[in-house]
């Protein structure tokens, strides 16, 4: 499609919408078209109104008496309605005008039946205008601090982390940069708050807080709040005005809690909390798995490899350039921590491996991963969850990066192997460093990634019994003859 027939598309599509909506009553006024809309119980006027993205993007709904209709999580701070989820964007339905306006009348009557069965989304930061302040404010747990003050303290790139407990000294040096604020619990609320005086009645201490604020000395306010059975937190600036009224806007926060990281974790991360994984072969493929079972959620690991980091090795491992030089388990734990916390549980071994190593390496574990590319570890390995009757995964690149193969070993179910997927035959880019008949690999990152990421999918299904095959998988990375991916 060239760029005119794409406006000429958009152009039709919004015409199209509005002689539909004009076929329902509507007319064009004050910039939106507005009509009436019957529900259970009654009618409303509401405009709607072509955002000049659409049809990317839904109309939008306003009552035209806002107090119409009552105040609830399903309404945006302008008052518009809520009407279209973030998951609900799959064919840009809201063009046709019929269906639109069924749309619309759903929401009504759901508020007209008090929004029963809602699902509770803690999207309290909406209904307050960003404050000025363009720091990120960072807090941990809050549960111990509720009814205290606390203090903020800066961090790196823009940062305000909380400190712990803190109160506001009684005469401010103009030097410093902490911020004093109070930790309040609003409980459970069934409508968002807009403003100081919707909070008040939520506050077991609204008095003094609102004196403090008055007086100077309280500007952030940290609010805990429930909705249904989740646990939600704002930070607010709350600023006294010259009216003797208290001016609320919300501050950019976030949780960094184990909690806020698991939630976008996957849902079998708590279980992998548990889980303790050995990886053997801290390379391009052992990097990456470490690293993303960490991110599934795994918090115990054992990293077995007795090289070095080089130069040569950055283009395809986990870690940068400061880690050339120090071996590769002291650099990937580094890492580890350095981006997913110091409670991490890595046991780094700078060992080479051996029948008696890897028996035990398979008996102390839940999960051995063979990432060497090596075949005597493999064939070790391979024996020793055989003779332990325990499984591991063994996993691999093939054909200059065309090809990534896992083994379940042995094969679940006495399943057969996988059959033979290396090609074999010289690379057209043969480039040797060193060794007995052994070049470098033009394996590219990419494939790297990607047999990372299919290890650790079958790592997760071991670890929590829903094993993905029984005997493992050959992915081909690149088109077969037929011009398909397998």
């Given at each position: 499609m060239?760029?005119?027939a ?14 539909g909506?004009?076929r ?5 006024r ?6 009436l809309?019957a529900?259970p ?15 990317f993007?839904?109309p ?6 806002s ?7 399903h309404r945006?701070l302008?008052?518009s ?5 973030e998951?609900?964007?799959?064919d840009?339905?809201?063009?046709e005008?019929?269906?639109f ?5 759903a929401?009504?009557?759901s508020s007209?039946?008090g ?7 803690l ?6 205008q960003?404050?000025?302040d ?5 807090y ?8 205290k ?16 407990i803190g ?28 403003g ?7 506050l ?5 807080l609102q004196?403090?604020?008055?007086e100077?000395k309280?500007?952030v306010?940290v ?26 806007n919300r ?13 976008r ?5 708590q ?5 303790t994984?050995a990886?053997?072969g ?9 690293d993303?079972?960490?991110?599934a ?6 990293l077995?490899?007795h090289?070095?980091?080089k ?10 350039p400061s ?7 002291d ?8 981006h ?5 549980q890595?046991d ?8 008696d ?8 574990h ?11 570890v493999t064939?070790m ?9 325990r499984?591991?995964?063994?996993a691999?690149?093939?054909n ?13 179910d ?15 880019q043969?480039?040797f460093?060193a ?5 470098i ?16 999918r ?12 029984r ?9 077969t003859e ?5």
């Amino acid at each position: 499609m060239s760029l005119a027939a794409l406006a000429e598309d958009v152009a039709y599509t919004r015409l199209h919408f509005q002689e539909g909506i004009i076929r329902f009553g509507f007319v064009e006024r004050h910039g939106g078209w507005h009509g009436l809309l019957a529900h259970p119980s009654g009618s409303t006027e509401i405009r709607v109104e072509l955002p000049p993205s659409f049809p990317f993007k839904p109309p939008t709904v306003t009552p035209v008496e806002s107090d119409a209709v009552p105040w609830s999580w399903h309404r945006d701070l302008n008052g518009s309605l809520c009407l279209v989820a973030e998951d609900d964007h799959q064919d840009l339905w809201w063009v046709e005008a019929e269906m639109f306006l069924a749309h619309v009348t759903a929401w009504f009557e759901s508020s007209d039946a008090g929004w029963r069965d809602d699902r509770p989304d803690l999207d309290l930061d909406r209904y307050f205008q960003p404050d000025n302040d363009e720091r990120l404010y960072l807090y941990g747990e809050l549960d111990g601090l509720v009814d205290k003050w606390v203090r903020f303290r800066p961090g790196p790139n823009n940062t305000m982390r909380l400190a712990g407990i803190g109160t506001p000294p009684k005469k401010r040096t103009k030097h410093s940069n902490n911020v004093f604020g109070y930790v309040a619990r609003l409980g459970h609320i069934d409508a968002p708050p807009r403003g100081w005086d919707d909070l008040v009645p939520g506050l077991d201490e609204a008095t003094i807080l609102q004196r403090r604020i008055q007086e100077g000395k309280l500007g952030v306010l940290v609010v805990q709040y429930h909705r249904g059975q989740h646990l939600g937190a704002i930070l607010l600036h709350v600023t006294p005005t010259s009216s003797d009224e208290i001016a609320v806007n919300r501050l950019s926060s976030a949780a960094d809690t184990l909690a806020a990281r698991a939630a976008r974790a996957g849902p079998k991360s708590q279980e992998l909390r548990g889980r303790t994984v050995a990886v053997l072969g801290l390379g391009a493929v052992g990097s990456f798995t470490a690293d993303m079972l960490v991110r599934a959620g795994v918090t115990r690991l054992t990293l077995v490899d007795h090289d070095v980091v080089k130069p040569g090795n950055l283009v395809r491992h986990l870690v940068g350039p400061s880690s050339i030089g120090m071996p590769k388990v002291d650099a990937v734990r580094t890492h580890l921590r350095q981006h997913h916390g110091t409670d991490l549980q890595i046991d780094p071994r700078e060992e080479s491996l051996n029948p008696d190593s890897v028996v035990v390496l398979v008996r102390e574990h839940d999960l051995v991963i063979n990432a060497t590319a090596d075949f005597s570890v493999t064939a070790m390995v391979h024996a020793a969850a055989a003779a332990t009757n325990r499984h591991a995964l063994s996993a691999a690149i093939q054909n200059d990066g065309d090809t990534f193969r896992i083994d379940v070993l042995p094969p679940l179910d006495g399943a057969a192997p996988l059959p033979n997927s290396a090609l074999g035959g010289p690379s057209s880019q043969d480039y040797f460093e060193a060794g007995c008949g052994s070049p470098i690999s033009p394996t590219p990152p990419h494939a790297v990634i990607e047999a990372a990421s299919a290890t650790v999918r079958h790592a997760v299904g071991l670890l929590t019994g829903t094993p993905i095959t029984r005997s493992g998988e050959v992915g081909q990375l690149v088109p077969t003859e037929g011009g398909a991916l397998e």
